[in-house]
């Protein structure tokens, strides 16, 4: 799914990285922005034709299925997974 097409109607929220005091087109554009960049990365993950990789895409594939429409958090708990279990 491209990231073009995932974004056209999810609404924003508010982060805990973005202060409240921050004007609303700023805060939709940094959200926006913060999903686009992560799409992207996922996408290009999940785009590997590597068979070593077949097991990070199946976790990263989960991890998406988890978070719908988020992205950013879906490759954040990726993240976080690698780092706990360095070997998986």
Same mark, same amino acid.
């Given at each position: /799914? @491209?990231?073009?097409? /995932? #974004? &056209?109607?999810? $609404? @924003?929220? $508010?982060? $805990? =990285?973005m202060s409240s005091e921050t004007p609303a087109e700023v805060r939709q #554009?940094?959200?926006? @922005? !913060?999903? =686009? &960049?992560? &799409?992207?990365?996922?996408?290009e993950l999940l785009d590997s034709q590597d068979p070593c990789e077949e ?13 719908? +429409?988020? $992205?950013?958090?879906?490759? !954040?708990?990726? !993240? /976080? ?5 360095? +070997? !998986?």
């Open positions: /799914m @491209s990231a073009e097409r /995932m #974004f &056209q109607s999810v $609404p @924003s929220d $508010p982060d $805990p =990285w #554009f940094a959200i926006e @922005s !913060l999903r =686009w &960049q992560a &799409q992207e990365i996922i996408d097991l990070v895409r199946a976790r990263l594939r989960r991890c998406v299925a988890r978070n719908p +429409g988020r $992205p950013e958090r879906a490759l !954040l708990e990726q !993240l /976080m997974t690698c780092r706990d279990h360095p +070997g !998986l």
